[in-house]
């Protein structure tokens, strides 16, 4: 069973606020999640890979170069802020 | 107006109705449902000019979309359902949403989803449940409840969503229309909110199948955006169809009125050049787990990006006394009850100590999943299954239980979990509902998928 407080310090680490009602539930609905997971254990997998990726697909990389931008797809980046000129106006971090 | 987009093609280019008439159809059933059915989020009253001023012979011209709010349409809102995104407008266009305009297709409007893709029954979007249009007490499945209900109520001709574990095909089946979940890797995902990325594809919802294999055309393709595209399909033309049906589907838990259902599909579709076989793939009883535990840790991952500062969401000064605040009190009320419980799934699935315990072990699991289809369709071409153990449920019935909620894709993960294409198609009525049934092929067939699905869409329908 997880408990409370391993709840809160996962919570913590994701960087979620509970509020009182999800701090109660969410153990116990977690908890009936797990059980049905462990239902994996029976299955033997002491010679088996895990599957990362697909045989058929590989990755498409493409050259990291810097390319120009015209204005109006930087103000379009810069409109999803509040803009001030040609700078990305961001949360107040100190 | 309850025509396929081939259908309606035709009444366009032989001047039966015009543009104008057509969209005014759609609009005109927005209006009278959306309010009860709650499919929609926003309506795009420039369809109509857009198709008019449309080439008439491009290959997609007379189709009319919903698209699921995770998709990025430029210059409109994008919430994925959620609060955290409530303001959030879309800088560009997504991949599939470029080559739909390119191709002739319009959008009327965003479709209501769970938060984040995030559920079965769209009863997790921030801006309320979608009902199905079939029965208003009745979820329309999810996660893109929005688009199927949509479609099936006469809103649009064609819908656009999102299948991570099922979110295409089990609102399609619970709404009685086509969904199709493409091979992973065949539909760039650029411009679609990511969910659980191993798993994520872009698909259609359509009328007839002929219409799904129509936008799968048109969207499908590399794409230097999305790093896992492909051009591969693989091309076997069948003369007779070889259909395999898993005895694991026939499992306890599923209703009576299901399992009668798909005795009755297969029936029907038994006959000279369709021969179907009873087979076995033992590891379908443990899909769920394995998805469950691999979803939720990429969910903690992808679902990390959302600090409620990069994207969106406008702040208002906070009361937070430092960043690590600003996050907590960001994601803690801009996230849903569902979205914060797969996160905390996931980060623990994560962990120091339990990752191989839980995310590596499902990941083998995966691959014993996937070996174990390969051998099936050694003997078969088709997989046959329900696309859900139940008929569409009512509002409110599962949403308290998650587990239960789970439930609802259980025969639905199995294809994400080994990449493959499934599509679902009506397969008949129970109690007034529709039912959906899953074929399945072998990953980049999609071309048998949709020989096989055409066939047997005729005799459902008789």
């Known amino acids: 069973m997880i408990s409370k407080k391993e709840i809160e310090k996962l919570a913590f680490l994701a960087r979620l606020r509970l509020d009182e009602e999800e701090q109660r539930n969410v153990p116990g609905e977690l908890e009936s999640i797990l059980q049905y997971i462990q239902k994996l254990s029976e299955v033997e997998t002491s010679e088996v890979d895990p599957l990362f990726h697909f045989p058929e697909l590989k990755n498409i990389v493409r050259k990291d170069e810097v390319r120009e931008v015209d204005k109006k797809t930087q103000k379009r980046m810069i409109r999803m802020g509040k803009d001030k000129d040609d700078y990305l106006k961001v949360e107040f971090t100190l | 107006m309850s025509d396929t987009i081939r259908e309606t093609q035709k009444k366009l280019r032989n001047g039966d109705i015009s543009p104008k008439e057509l969209l005014a159809s759609f609009f005109s059933r927005i209006k009278e449902r959306n309010k009860k059915t709650n499919a929609l989020l926003a309506v795009y009253n420039r369809a109509t000019q857009e198709m008019e001023e449309m080439n008439k012979n491009l290959p997609l011209y007379g189709s009319v979309f919903a698209i699921k709010d995770n998709i990025l349409v430029e210059g409109r809102r994008c919430t994925a359902g959620s609060k955290l995104l ?89 709404c009685g229309v086509v969904g199709f979940k493409p091979t992973y890797g065949t539909v760039s995902r650029h411009g679609a909110i990511s969910m659980a990325s191993s798993f994520d594809q872009v698909g259609p919802f359509a009328k007839s199948v002929e219409d799904a294999e129509l ?129 905390i799934l996931g980060t623990y699935a994560l962990s120091a100590g339990y990752y191989d315990a839980y995310y590596i072990k499902a990941q083998k699991v995966r691959n014993i999943i996937s070996e174990d289809f390969k051998k099936a369709f050694l003997s078969v071409d088709i997989i046959f299954t329900p696309t859900t153990p139940t008929l569409p449920f009512k509002i409110g019935e599962k949403i308290t239980d998650p587990l239960s909620m789970h439930l609802s894709d259980i025969f639905t993960v199995t294809a994400n979990l080994a990449g493959l294409p499934a599509i679902t198609l009506p397969c008949g009525k129970k109690e007034g509902l529709p039912v959906g049934a899953q074929l399945l092929a072998r990953r980049f067939q999609e071309e048998n998928l949709f020989q096989a699905a055409k066939k047997f869409e005729k005799l459902w329908r008789k």
């Open chain 2, 86 to 174: 409530e303001h959030y407008t879309a800088p560009f266009d997504a991949t599939v949403i470029e080559k739909i305009k390119d191709k002739g297709g319009v959008i009327i409007g965003k479709a209501n989803m769970d938060e984040f893709a995030m559920g079965s029954s769209t009863e997790n979007s921030a801006f309320g449940p979608t009902r199905n249009p079939h029965d208003l007490e009745r979820v329309p499945g999810g996660s893109s409840g929005g688009c199927a209900a949509a479609l099936a109520d006469g809103m649009c001709n064609a819908g656009l969503g999102t299948d991570t574990g099922g979110s295409i095909r089990q609102p399609a089946a619970f």
């Open chain 2, 215 to 343: 936008i799968f055309d048109a969207i499908r393709g590399k794409d230097e955006k999305d790093s896992v595209t492909s051009e591969l399909l693989r091309k076997e033309k069948k003369e007779k169809i070889k259909v395999g049906v898993p005895k694991e589907c026939f499992v306890e838990g599923m209703e009576e009125s299901v399992k009668e259902a798909m005795e009755e599909a297969i029936s029907k579709i038994e006959g000279e050049d369709v021969q179907v076989e009873n087979i076995s793939i033992p590891s379908i009883g443990y899909a769920l787990s394995a998805y469950e535990i691999i979803m939720a840790s990429e969910v903690s991952a992808n679902m990390a990006r959302f600090d409620g500062i990069r994207y969106g969401l406008e702040l208002e000064r906070p009361s937070a006394k430092d960043l690590k605040e600003a996050y907590l009190i960001n994601r803690g009320e801009g996230f849903g009850k569902e979205v914060k419980r797969r996160i």
